[in-house]
């Protein structure tokens, strides 16, 4: 089992910044992806920025340039700094990771509410 505690979330006014964190603890050894995934009011759950253990990464076309995410598995956790924000990326912001196998697991965070209002 993984657990992922997200943090960072809240109430930010057109133009800003927030940074996302993301802890993970418990059956960590062998975490491949980790990513961030949105799901603004009333839409699907989306991908937002996906980095892979050997550090490739991966962005929707709406945050690329805005969006950066980034590891430190020394401390087990995924960043993702959000510069130049919107009101359209007004979401709840989720953490996942998926566990390497057989079999592959993933497990997810319990999201944090970004809000980009003025």
């Known amino acids: 089992q993984v657990q992922l505690v997200e943090s960072g979330g809240g109430l930010v006014q057109p133009g800003g910044s927030l940074r996302l964190s993301c802890v993970a603890s418990g059956d960590i050894f062998n975490i491949y992806f980790m990513t961030w995934y949105r799901q603004p009011p009333g839409k699907h759950r989306e991908l937002v920025a996906q980095i892979s253990r050997f550090g490739e990464l991966n962005y929707a076309e709406s945050v690329k340039g805005r969006f950066m995410i980034s590891r430190d598995d020394a401390k087990s956790t995924v960043f993702l700094q959000m510069n130049s924000l919107k009101p359209e990326d007004t979401a709840v912001y989720y953490c996942?990771?998926?566990?390497?196998?057989?079999?592959?697991?993933?497990?997810w965070g319990q999201g944090t509410q970004v809000t980009v209002s003025s």
């Open positions: 996942n990771v998926d566990v390497a196998g057989p079999p592959t697991r993933t497990y």
